[in-house]
């Protein structure tokens, strides 16, 4: 536990609300449940192409087996033209932060 020990006030503005690293990260996680990702999302989020994000996270074989729906995963991989790809936001947005080195490591 951290301890600030001070004599004096300090201001909170209106506007703003002290919360704990908990709630933060609860309040975070709550935003992206329930929502699905397409891969223009996903290019904004990691900011890369969908080419680099099939390249280096979608195809591998070691995340594909993670990741792909029909074993078990959170991506909807496209069986034929037209359809589209869908990751589901929580589990997708974990898995990234989880593995970001893995994926400048190929």
Known sequence: MQLLTVNLSIPIPADSVLISKIQLEEFKRAQLEGVYWTMKDLQKRINKKSEWIKTHILYPEKF???????????????????????????????????????????
Do not use: E
């Not at 087996?65 to 959170?74: E, Q, Y």
């Not at 589990?91 to 893995?102: A, E, R, T």
């Open 64 to 106: 594909r087996k993670i990741l792909d729906s029909d074993n078990g995963g959170f991506v909807y991989y496209p069986k034929s033209q037209g359809q589209s790809w869908t990751f589901l936001a929580t589990k997708m947005s974990k898995f990234l932060d989880d593995n970001f080195d893995k994926f400048f490591s190929i």
